[in-house]
C-alpha cells in the first residue's frame, strides 16, 4: 500500500539485488496494493469468478470465526487460509496494522525520516533522510552504514527483520515517541545515534530541475495527493524542458492517484483496463495533459503496481520511452474486508491490462530501451535527442 518517500513492499519480494527499504513504520511485508473499497449497493452481478472470490472471503471470514470461538486468533486462522489459497498478494491485518497502512497511503506514517539499501554485499547505507525529521535533525547523512539497530547487527539480515527491528515493538507498529537507537559508520568513524518516532509526512514527489534543460520528477509512491503533485509540477515547468519521470523503486499505491498522474501527459483516452470480479472495467485519463512536451520514464524492478499502470499508459500511448529494467509485474486488485475479529483480510479480485491489452502480472514491462548501469545518465540522454535537454 500503497507512497511519496514511503515505498510499500510487497511481501515475499527476492527480485533485484539492492532494494530499497524505507525505515518508516509503514508495513512494508504487505503488498503494494491497488485497493478497491467494495459498494456492495454498485457490485456488479456474481459471476462465476466473483462467486470464486466471494467465497474465498467467506472462507477467510469463517476461519477467523471459528477461531475466536475456540479462544484462538482470528487472524493467525485468516492468514493460514489466505496462504494455503495461493493468493500471492493476499493479506491479512490487525487493526493497528491496517489504521498504519491507510495512514501511509494517506501520505503519513511514523518513523525517523530514513531511507536505505541493501548493497550487493549485505551492507545497510542510508540512502536518503527526510527534511526536517529525527534522522536528519540528528545528522544522520545519506551514505552512512547502519550496522545495528538497539544493538542486534543488521548486515545480511532479511528485509523483513530489518524493518521489524525498525518498528520497534511486538506489534509491528511503532509510538510516536517511542525510541529506537541505530548503530552506524561513517567512514572511520562508528557511533550510536538515539532517534524518537515521529509522525511524519510523506514526500511522495520531487522536483528538480536539471541544468540541461530537463526537469526531474519522482514520484517515489502514489500516496494521497501525490497525483495531482505530479500534473502541477508538470504545468510549472518551463516551456522548452523536457520531462524524466522518475518511477525506480515506486511500490504503487492508490490507483486514482496513479490516473491522475498520468493524466499530466495525455488528453484523455485510456489508461487501463482491468477485471474486477468477472466484470470489465477501465480506467481513463483527464483531458487536457500536457501531450507536447518529451517524455522519459526511468523504470526498474522495484517499479510495481500503480506505477506499472502508469508505465504501461504512458508506453502504450507512445506518450514516453521507458529506459531501464523490467519493472516488478504487479498487476492485480485487492479488495477489502473485515473480518470478525476486526482484522481486514485484502484478497485479489482482479488482473489490469495496459492500454494495448498487455498483462503486467507475473510478467511485468519491458523498458523500450533496456539499461543496466547508469540508466539516469542514459535517460538524459534519450530525452536531449527528443529535445527536451541539451
Do not use: C
Request: glycine share 14%.
Amino acid at each position: 500500500m500503497p507512497g511519496p518517500e514511503v515505498t510499500l513492499h510487497p511481501r515475499g519480494v527476492r527480485r533485484g539485488a539492492a532494494l530499497t527499504l524505507v525505515f518508516a513504520t509503514v508495513l512494508v511485508t504487505a503488498a503494494a496494493t491497488d485497493s478497491w473499497q467494495r459498494d456492495t449497493e454498485k457490485s456488479p452481478p456474481l459471476s462465476a469468478r466473483s462467486v470464486a472470490a466471494a467465497a474465498d472471503r467467506e472462507a477467510v471470514a469463517d476461519a477467523a470465526a471459528e477461531a475466536m470461538a475456540d479462544g484462538k486468533s482470528g487472524k493467525e486462522a485468516a492468514e493460514e487460509v489466505v496462504s494455503r489459497s495461493g493468493d500471492r498478494w493476499g493479506a491479512v491485518y490487525d487493526p493497528a496494522e491496517y489504521k498504519e497502512f491507510e495512514q501511509a497511503l494517506g501520505g503519513e506514517y511514523t518513523g525517523v525520516g530514513l531511507w536505505a539499501e541493501r548493497t550487493e554485499d549485505g551492507r545497510i547505507e542510508v540512502s536518503r533522510v527526510q527534511r526536517g525529521g529525527p534522522a536528519e535533525r540528528s545528522g544522520v547523512r545519506a551514505g552512512d552504514r547502519l550496522r545495528t539497530i538497539d544493538g542486534r547487527p543488521v548486515e545480511n539480515r532479511p528485509v523483513t527483520e530489518v524493518v521489524q527491528l525498525l518498528r520497534g515493538d511486538g506489534d509491528g507498529v511503532a509510538e510516536t515517541g517511542s525510541s529506537v537507537v541505530l548503530g552506524l559508520e561513517r567512514g572511520a568513524r562508528q557511533w550510536s545515534e538515539r532517534l524518537r518516532r515521529a509522525r511524519l509526512a510523506t514526500e511522495a514527489v520531487t522536483v528538480e530541475r536539471l541544468p540541461d534543460g530537463a526537469t526531474l520528477i519522482k514520484v517515489a509512491s502514489f500516496t494521497k495527493g501525490s497525483g495531482e503533485q505530479v500534473r502541477e509540477a508538470v504545468r510549472a515547468m518551463p516551456e522548452d524542458h523536457g520531462v524524466l519521470l522518475d518511477l525506480r523503486g515506486n511500490g504503487g499505491g492508490l490507483v486514482t492517484e496513479a490516473v491522475t498522474a498520468a493524466s499530466a501527459f495525455l488528453d484523455g483516452g485510456l489508461v487501463a483496463t482491468y477485471d474486477m470480479e468477472g466484470e470489465q472495467r477501465a480506467l481513463y485519463a483527464e483531458p487536457g495533459g500536457d501531450t507536447d512536451r518529451p517524455v522519459v520514464a526511468l523504470v526498474d524492478g522495484g517499479t510495481m503496481s500503480a506505477a506499472e499502470l502508469v508505465t504501461g499508459a504512458l508506453q502504450d500511448r507512445g506518450r514516453a520511452v521507458t529506459v531501464g529494467s523490467r519493472t516488478f509485474g504487479k498487476g492485480s486488485v485487492q479488495m477489502p474486508s473485515r473480518l470478525p475479529d476486526g482484522s481486514v483480510a485484502e484478497l485479489t479480485v482482479g488482473h489490469y491490462r495496459t492500454p494495448a491489452g498487455h498483462s503486467v502480472d507475473g510478467t511485468g514491462i519491458s523498458p523500450d530501451l533496456a539499461v543496466s548501469e547508469k540508466a539516469e545518465e542514459r535517460a538524459r540522454t534519450v530525452l536531449s535527442g527528443l529535445g527536451g535537454g541539451s
